[in-house]
DNA sequence: CCGGATTTGGTACTTTAGTATGAACCACAT
DNA sequence: ATGTGGTTCATACTAAAGTACCAAATCCGG
């Protein structure tokens, strides 16, 4: 039974294709006899026959390619309801000031230093303040190894 | 001239497909006013214009995803005994060349390019390049906002 | 009220990151 | 044979990040 489900899986969506591509046909036979009087209008028909199942194979040939996950491929944000509980005691350890852990929390969201200005409504020089006493507390020297840092201390979301 | 030059290499297949198109249309037409003078042939005329420019899609589909077949071929089966199993569908999806995905991985760890440089034993430019495109496929322009994304997709451990 | 810590912001400077462009090479497929 | 993608590296430039040092305003406990 699992493997007729995975035989059915993988073509199903190409029965489904034809299955389209056959209404499709009997339809635009259909069309055709409605409003296909004037001859001048049946190039243009073709063209759009043409232009239309071009489309329609490249849609086709996308949805062929492309491994059908519609679960966290393109979406922009993973929702975190994991159980990532922070370090209540690491982050004591450090004795960050309020505006730091601010700061760290938009740095390891990938936030530029104005970016973190305009978001806290600061200016860049005071962000940069934050940034170097805060790269000291977590003994660190780059905005890459703060990120790392923060993760692995698990002081952050 | 040069600048010609470059343009045209990366137009060069776009304009030639649209050449191809345009000459086929052309034709089409031709052999309408040949062929078609049976009224009963023209339905079968416009399928086989239907089927052939459905086709013609899908190649032109095929085309421009072509890459992936080459990478995607290996990596099918992928055992995930990790704790911290990573999207491979995500992964796959951007197209990450080899060296794209060393160096990313190196990015999330907190590297600066020249530790990557040394960690790969390459020059600093060449770690420049790759990490450009791999902001361009990751649709970033930050290191920050890379390791943010890279870590919501799970394509990193 | 005083004093330390925090917060804010500035100037000046160095370092790192990032972009744009070009060139050369190789592997591989058409 | 030719073309394409990937890799490597270079130069030249701009942008962002980071450091060092300073100084003022604010907050808050003793």
């Known amino acids: 039974m699992e493997a007729f489900h995975r035989i059915w899986k993988k073509w199903r969506n190409l029965l489904v294709y034809g299955f389209i591509l056959g209404m499709l046909i009997i339809s635009l036979r259909l069309l055709r006899w409605k409003y296909m009087i004037a001859d001048q209008s049946l190039e243009i028909f073709i063209g759009i026959v043409a232009l239309f199942f071009?489309?329609?194979?490249?849609?086709?040939?996308?949805?062929?390619?492309?491994?059908?996950?519609?679960?966290?491929?393109?979406?922009?944000?993973?929702?975190?309801?994991?159980?990532?509980?922070?370090?209540?005691?690491?982050?004591?350890?450090?004795?960050?000031?309020?505006?730091?852990?601010?700061?760290?929390?938009?740095?390891?969201?990938?936030?530029?230093?104005?970016?973190?200005?305009?978001?806290?409504?600061?200016?860049?020089?005071?962000?940069?303040?934050h940034v170097s006493n805060l790269y000291s507390k977590l003994d660190v020297k780059r905005r890459g190894q703060a990120i790392d840092k923060a993760r692995k201390l698990r002081i952050v979301k």
Do not use: C, F
Not at 87 to 107: C, N, P, S
């Open 54 to 129: 071009m489309g329609l194979g490249v849609w086709i040939a996308m949805q062929l390619v492309k491994t059908k996950s519609k679960d966290s491929a393109n979406t922009e944000s993973v929702p975190d309801q994991e159980l990532l509980s922070i370090d209540e005691i690491a982050l004591k350890k450090l004795q960050l000031t309020k505006r730091e852990k601010e700061v760290l929390g938009l740095i390891v969201k990938g936030y530029s230093n104005l970016e973190i200005a305009e978001a806290l409504h600061l200016s860049v020089s005071t962000i940069k303040t």
